[in-house]
């Protein structure tokens, strides 16, 4: 007799199997989008606290500093968590990732440290020192969740994304509503996310990799062969943090810190697209790694419509309510000093449907590991957006640079499709 697991598999099993890898990937965008809507949710309201304890300048110069702080430590975190998710079939160890982690944030924390300096004085540099220190800490987490991922463990990364995003910004509000200084607040967010970060998602990280066998002490040469294979992917995440935060550089340039202060305040709305978008989309690396390299182009088209009809949904009702009460929904969240902003909101939600949709495409090229192709188009993305920022503000002000920054999207995006189409979606050959 024939033995069944032998047997061609009948149109109910290909139906239940497809039905299983559906629900995974609910399952896995589900934990993901859940952790990163209440994420974005405290990271709403660390900002009302900010905007509303501290004068539009101050605002600005923390967009300034974070706007600093945040590609340093794309480029040094060495983007270690789609790293470590989209290499199944690594010759790494887990330490060695830990071990070469540990050396580039203490490099890009020194960087920060000199840039300070030079640049900033008294409670500014103080608060640019401190945001270094929490980007740190959630570089290492970060790395953690790439060790979780791998396993298919998103309940572990929407926890720990849960816990530090909810008791550091209590502490960070609670601190500014008792009078105590935004340099206070800052230190004690740093602290809950250093906590989390070291005693429960390395610990579990390291618990994780011990049960997999993947516990091994790191190697020298493993750890120099690993440093320069990430190098293309650190040179990504830079130019996508200078890409994201040109609009920042140029607004302080050409039009002053008060008018960063009302753009930092009304970019939320992008921010928090992107952030909820690449929430879903770096939880379902290991999932596009899969259909890449089986060649399953139809399951990885349908996860694509899946994405994109999602964004499609948000963007146009965010847009429309932008328009008709973006005025009056801007000034009652952050106050009279941010009145008149309603047509910049609508134009960054925009700006954020249209860079959501650039970080899908992506993160299927990063899962084929094509890093060199997305660095390629990154230098070309970044050139547009510089170009099209300063025009867009010398012609419009703040709502030109941000117009500008909706024109660089799209053209990223046109390239992006281009790529995927060549590098993604590759020919299924016929047997």
């Known amino acids: ?14 139906e239940r199997t497809q039905g299983s890898s559906r629900m995974r990937i609910r399952a896995l965008m589900g934990w993901g989008v859940s952790a990163q809507l209440i994420y974005v949710a405290c990271q709403f309201v660390t900002l009302i606290g900010l905007t509303r304890f501290a004068t539009v300048t101050e605002v600005g110069m923390f967009g300034l500093a974070s706007a600093i702080v945040i590609p340093v430590f794309f480029f040094f975190g060495l983007g270690m968590r789609v790293n470590v998710a989209s290499s199944q079939q690594s010759d790494y160890a887990f330490n060695d990732f830990l071990f070469l982690l540990s050396v580039s944030l203490a490099v890009g924390l020194a960087l920060v440290s000199a840039i300070g300096l030079v640049s ?6 103080l608060i640019l020192l401190i945001l270094a220190a929490t980007k740190s800490a959630e570089c290492l987490s970060e790395l953690c969740y790439g060790v979780f991922q791998r396993y298919d463990r998103m309940n572990l990364v929407a926890g720990s994304v849960v816990l530090r995003s909810i008791a550091g910004t209590v502490l960070f509000v609670a601190l500014l509503v008792s009078g105590l200084p935004a340099t206070s607040a800052f230190l004690a967010q740093f602290l809950v996310w250093s906590a989390v970060a070291l005693l429960l ?13 993947d516990d091994s002490p790191h190697r020298s040469d493993r750890v120099f062969r690993l440093a320069r294979e990430s190098i293309p992917l650190a040179a990504n995440g830079l130019l996508s943090a200078l890409q994201g935060n040109m609009p920042r550089y140029v607004i302080a340039w050409l039009l002053g810190t008060t008018a960063l202060g009302h753009f930092t305040a009304v970019a939320y709305a992008m921010q928090a697209i992107t952030t909820v978008t690449m929430a879903a989309v770096e939880s379902l690396v290991a999932r596009f790694r899969e259909y890449i390299t089986a060649s399953r182009n139809d399951a990885l088209l349908r996860t694509f419509i899946r994405l994109f009809a999602g964004l ?16 009056w929904l801007v000034q009652s969240v952050f106050g009279p ?15 954020g449907i249209l ?15 094509a890093f060199a192709i997305v660095l390629q188009m990154r230098i070309v993305s970044l050139a547009v957006m510089l170009s099209a920022c300063v025009l ?15 024109a660089a999207f799209v053209v990223f995006l046109f390239m992006l499709v281009r790529a995927v189409k060549t590098h993604v979606f590759r020919p299924v050959s016929l047997q």
């Open 392 to 406: 867009g503000g010398m012609l419009a002000g703040l709502s030109g640079v941000a117009i500008g920054m909706c």
């Open 355 to 369: 860079r959501a949709s650039t970080l899908v495409l992506q993160m299927s090229l990063m899962a084929g590991r």
């Open 1 to 14: 007799m024939r033995n069944e697991m032998d047997a061609p598999m009948t149109d109910q099993a290909v």
């Open 312 to 327: 499609a949904l948000a963007g146009v009702a965010g847009f429309g309510v932008s328009i008709l009460i973006g005025d």
């Open 201 to 213: 998602d390395l610990r579990f990280a390291t618990v994780l990799s011990r049960k997999k066998q």
């Open 120 to 125: 900033f004085t008294g409670s500014q540099l």
């Open 337 to 351: 000093d941010y009145a008149g902003l309603g047509t910049l909101l609508a134009i960054c939600v925009l700006a």
